[in-house]
């Protein structure tokens, strides 16, 4: 049975949230604090994380940068109403969503199977799993490995997924907000500034490396394009 990581002090929270996750035929692990839940991920292995925003010890932001170190696990965080600048740094730092108190446990459940859909038909999930080459960039999707003149890029999920999406499409434009329906998978109602810090990041992250044949373009105002640079003749 898959485990359902709930990080959250408030008792009754927890409690409901338990009781869908067991419903929907997951295993619910509670965690009352930061550092608790943080034990819990190194020692046991989930299919989706819950992280309250406010905890002891460790708060959800610090929490959600941690793991993120060495785990694309889905996470997603819970919020206070109303406060937007959670819900930006939350998705800046590598959440995957998050839910707006308060909340029923139906609406838990309900982004908890859209991630989990989201994953199952991710890109790069194909049978064959042939990784894009590009030059001397290839990204493998299913090892979650990208490299440069076969030097590895350490990259968040979201910069892995932007990337591929961008690459896999090479030519095509995305909006701003084809890129947060695509990779975040809701409704945003923020601003789109996630997408463009999300792609300042990849950016600088592929600059560290020579690239002269491919680029991640921006056409302003409208979006973001991977593009192959031909040669001139």
């Known amino acids: 049975m898959e485990r359902i990581l709930i990080a959250d002090d408030n008792v009754q929270i927890t409690k409901i949230i338990s009781e869908f ?6 295993e619910p692990v509670v965690a009352y604090d930061g550092r608790q839940a943080l034990e819990f991920f190194h020692k046991e292995t989930f299919a989706v994380i819950l992280l309250d925003v406010m905890m002891p010890y460790m708060d959800g932001f610090a929490l959600c940068r941690e793991i993120r ?3 694309n696990v889905p996470i997603i965080m819970i919020t206070a109403r109303g406060e937007d600048f959670e819900r930006v740094m939350g998705l800046d730092i590598g959440a995957d969503d998050y839910i707006v108190k308060p909340f029923s446990g139906e609406e838990v459940m309900a982004r ?9 038909r991710a890109p790069g999930q194909s049978p064959a799993n042939a990784p894009l080459v590009f030059d001397n960039l290839s990204i493998h999707m299913a ?6 003149d076969g030097h590895p890029v350490s990259l968040t999920k979201k ?7 961008l690459a896999e499409s090479c030519g095509k434009l995305f909006s701003r907000e084809m890129l947060l329906s695509l990779l975040w998978g809701y409704d945003y109602y923020g601003d789109s500034r996630t ?3 999300h792609v300042k990041r990849l950016r600088v992250k592929l600059d560290a490396y020579d690239h002269p044949h491919w680029q991640i373009r921006t056409i302003w ?4 394009k991977f593009e192959v640079i031909e040669d001139e003749e």
Not at 113 to 118: E, N, T
Not at 143 to 148: E, P
Not at 221 to 224: D, K, L, R, V
């Open 143 to 148: 090892d979650a490995l990208v490299t440069i």
């Open 195 to 197: 997408v463009d810090s």
């Open 112 to 120: 908890i199977r859209a991630i989990l859909r989201r994953i199952e």
């Open 21 to 26: 996750v067991k419903r929907h035929g997951f």
């Open 69 to 71: 170190r060495t785990s």
């Open 159 to 165: 910069e892995l997924e932007i990337l591929y999406t």
């Open 221 to 224: 105002g409208m979006g973001y």
